[in-house]
């Protein structure tokens, strides 16, 4: 009796979890959209501190990272604390996007803006959430290089999801230096987005966020109609991510924008498709 009413209560607590966060997606990601749309009515220059951009931006990117992430809990067996995390999870990422949207919508810039204790405060509850949340999104990450996948879950959705993580990871860490290195202009009077002339020290933190959604829509893909090279393409397009990153920071640490492409971009480019290109071009198609 105690062991099925404990098994009843378990499962319960797990649809809970998912409904949670399923509820915790949606209200991200129509956040966003909305906020989008006053972002398109103008009035405020999309690349304002105080513009809809960042409400829109991290609505939909963060939606669809905690959609990813709780969707890869579900490939690995469970653990204990497993659901707990997903459920903390979600509530760190709401709070973080949910105060960025308030200092929107206060008029206040929501990143490097730490005039005033209320700004300051709100700025350090922002940091304290994404350090919980990417301190499980790394635990996440481990869990899926020692193996700790379903039976069910094919060879390339593994390497998929284990590589996006990984880029999650280093995205994660790229935002912190990034900040680090924002706050550190701004004392010196300098504007905290740039770096040099041009460099925009969020196109590292970008450039491989999304991995995880690339890489798991390319293996479902491939293993539904090209099965035999699923693994070597998701091997090329998750080597293909780290040549957009590379060119990324590279472009960065240059003092360069997005598209400030000279001779050394082109050949970095060039040599990376290659390399990206012999693990597709050298497996065997076994059909």
């Known amino acids: 009796m105690d062991l099925t009413f404990s098994s009843s209560k378990s499962s319960g607590w797990k649809r809970w979890i998912s409904f949670s966060n399923g509820c915790i997606v949606a209200i991200l990601l129509a956040s966003g959209v909305f906020h989008l749309l006053l972002a398109g009515m103008g009035g405020i220059p999309w690349n304002d501190p105080i513009s809809f951009r960042k409400p829109a931006l991290f609505g939909i990117s963060t939606g669809l990272t905690l959609w990813s992430c709780d969707w890869c809990f579900r490939q690995l067996r469970e653990a204990a604390w497993s659901e707990v995390m997903r459920w903390i999870l979600g509530v760190s990422l709401l709070l973080e996007v949910g105060l960025i949207t308030l200092q929107t919508w206060r008029g206040e810039a929501s990143h490097f803006n730490r005039s005033g204790i ?111 090279k699923s693994v070597a393409l998701v ?28 001779l050394d971009s082109w050949i970095v480019s060039a040599i990376g498709l290659g390399c990206c290109l012999i693990p597709f071009a050298i497996s065997e198609d076994k059909r």
């Open 118 to 228: 209320l700004n300051a405060s709100i700025e350090s509850g922002m940091l304290l959430f994404i350090v919980v949340a990417m301190a499980i999104i790394l635990i996440l990450a481990m869990r899926s290089s020692f193996g700790y996948f379903l039976p069910s879950v094919s060879c390339s959705m593994r390497i998929a999801i284990w590589w996006g993580l990984q880029y999650l990871v280093v995205s994660g860490l790229i935002g912190f230096a990034i900040s680090f290195v924002g706050h550190t202009q701004q004392l010196a009077g300098k504007p905290p987005e740039l770096w040099g002339e041009g460099g925009v020290l969020k196109f590292p933190h970008g450039a491989a966020l999304h991995a995880i959604q690339t890489l798991a829509v390319v293996a479902w893909v491939a293993d539904r109609l090209w099965k035999k």
């Open 235 to 262: 091997r090329s397009i998750a080597y293909l991510h780290a040549v957009v990153l590379v060119l990324a920071i590279h472009h960065t640490v240059q003092g360069r924008g997005r598209f400030d492409f000279a």
